[in-house]
């Protein structure tokens, strides 16, 4: 999946003769990591995602992620977090309270739906 999201990232960055740091700028991300998506090395988080669609004005689908695409890249990254020696204790613990009240706020956004 990654290599197809570079590859298209790419096309759209060359369709509008831009530089991967005039991208990277845009996005407030460095020119490395631009040219990692583009390579297929690392994928792009969501919230990059959805600021290359507003700047080259297509949709997610463009890049065919789907919203089980984006709630499974955000458990598996919130996972990585979660198992890292690297993370506090009391960054976890924030994380989870902040995952649980995004959950009950969902929650209850389905309720007043229906």
């Given at each position: ?38 390579l297929g090395k690392?994928?792009p988080h969501l ?14 689908d463009y890049f ?51």
């Amino acid at each position: 999946m990654s290599k197809m999201i570079g590859k298209k990232l790419r096309k759209l960055r060359k369709r509008k003769v831009m530089s991967q740091q005039e991208l990277a700028e845009k996005v407030n991300i460095t020119r490395s990591t631009i040219s990692n998506y583009e390579l297929g090395k690392r994928t792009p988080h969501l919230k990059d995602l959805q600021k290359f669609c507003k700047i080259f004005n297509v949709g997610l689908d463009y890049f065919e992620v789907k919203p089980k695409d984006e709630a499974e890249n955000l458990l598996h990254r919130a996972k990585e977090v979660f198992e890292s020696n690297d993370v506090s204790p009391q960054v976890k613990e924030q994380l989870y309270i902040d995952f649980m009240h995004l959950y009950l706020d969902m929650k209850g956004e389905k309720k007043n739906e229906h």
